[in-house]
C-alpha cells in the first residue's frame, strides 16, 4: 500500500510539472514570526497558506485604490500605518462621502483574532476582507468588476501567477492575498514587549499604571479590573462585553449577530496594543482621548441590563474607580508603553508606491 501511495504521489507531480507553464515558478513558504507569549492559536487556514509572493501581493493588493468603484478609496486609505491602520477620524468615509456606521478598526494582531468587527460578524479575515470591497459605502465595488480592472493592468497577472501558480485574477484570489498581508501585521516590540522580555524596565509611573491596570494581588494595590477583559500578552481576551457607555445602547452590537438580548450592547474586547495611536475611541469613536476613556470607566458607567458582570455589584449599582488624577496619569502612562514605533514605520508593511503599469 505505502508503495502505491509514494508511486501516485510521483505520478502526480510529474502531470503537475507536465501542466505547469514554462516560466512558472513554485511560491516561496512565508514564515510568521512572533514572541512565543503570544501563542500558536492563529488564524491561517490549509486554504490559504502564506506566501512570499502572497503576502507581497496583498500588500499591493491593500493600498490600490482600483479597487474602489471611484479609484480612490483602499483599504490603507481608512487603515493608516501611521496610526497603527486607522484614520483618526470619529466614522471614516467611503468613496461616496457616506460615514461608516462605525469607528475603523485597528489592524494589529488580527493573526489571532477569531472573530473580526466590533460585533464579530466575520468568521475568517477572508471573509471579512469582501465586507468594504463590496460595501455600496466604502468602496462600492463587485469583486468581478476589480478582477477586470487588475486583469487590464499589465502588472496584475504576473504577481497574480506567483502568489497562486496561474495568472486568473478572481475575486477569491484578490480576497486570500490582502487576508496574507493582514496576518503579517504583528506588533511586538513596544516597550511593553521589552518589559516581557526582561529587556526594558518601566518607570515609576508606569509600574503604578501596569499595577492598576492587571492589578497586583497580595500587594495591598487595587485594581482597575482592565485586565480582566483587555488582559493577557496581547493585551485583550476576545470576548464581547458591554461596558457601560449607553443606558439603552443605539448600536444593538453583538445583538445583531446573535438575535440574542442577552448581547444587547455588547461589543468585542478589541486590543489596547498601540492605543495610543488610534483615537477616537470605542465602536462609535465617542471618545476624543484616553483621558475621556478613562473619565468613563471613573465616573460614568451605565446601568442596562446587559452590563458586564465585571462592571456591577451584587445590587446592579455599575462599580466606578473613581481614579485619582494621578492614577489617571499612570494608567496613561502604562498605556503609552504599548506603542509600537517599529511597527508605524516598518518598510514592509507601507505603500509599495510601485506603478505596475
Ligand atoms: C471607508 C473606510 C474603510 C475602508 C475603505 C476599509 N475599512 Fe476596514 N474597517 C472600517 C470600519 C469602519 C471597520 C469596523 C466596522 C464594523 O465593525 O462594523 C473596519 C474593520 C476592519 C477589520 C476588522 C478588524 C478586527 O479586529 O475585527 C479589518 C480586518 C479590516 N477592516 C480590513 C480592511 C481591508 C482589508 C480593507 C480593504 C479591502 C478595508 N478594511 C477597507 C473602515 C474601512
Ligand atoms: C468588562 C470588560 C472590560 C473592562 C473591565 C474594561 N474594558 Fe475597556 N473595553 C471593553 C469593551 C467591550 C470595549 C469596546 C466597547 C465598545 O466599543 O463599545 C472596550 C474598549 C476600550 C477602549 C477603546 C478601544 C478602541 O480601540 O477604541 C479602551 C482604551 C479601553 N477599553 C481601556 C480600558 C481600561 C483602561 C480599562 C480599565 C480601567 C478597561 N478598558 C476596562 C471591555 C472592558
Redesign the pocket.
Known sequence: MGGMLVKYGVGLLAAMALLVPGNYTLSHPYTLSYPAYYGNRINTTDDNPLTVEGVALGRRLFYEPRLSVSNTISCGSCHQQSRAFTDSLRFSVGFDGTPTRR?A??LTNLLWVRNFF?DGRAPSLEAQASTPLTDPHEMGQPLERSAVKLKADGGYPGLFAAAFGSDAITGERIVKAIAQFERTLISADAPYDRYLRMEYRFTATEQRGYDL?FGAPGRQIRS???G???GGPRIVTET????G?DHVPADS?RESVTGMAYDR??????T?RN?AL?A??????R?AD?GQ??DH??EHILYSPTL?P??RDTASRPVL?H?TGEEKAD?IAF?NTLTDSSFITDPHFADPKINVR
Open positions: 469607528n478598526m485597528t466590533w491596570f482597575a479590573g482592565c480582566n477583559c483587555h464581547y462585553h458591554n461596558n457607555l452590537g450592547g455588547r461589543f468585542r474586547v478589541v489596547l492605543i488610534t477616537p475611541y470605542m465602536h462609535d469613536g471618545f484616553l476613556v478613562l470607566y471613573s458586564s465585571t462592571l474607580l481614579l494608567l498605556l
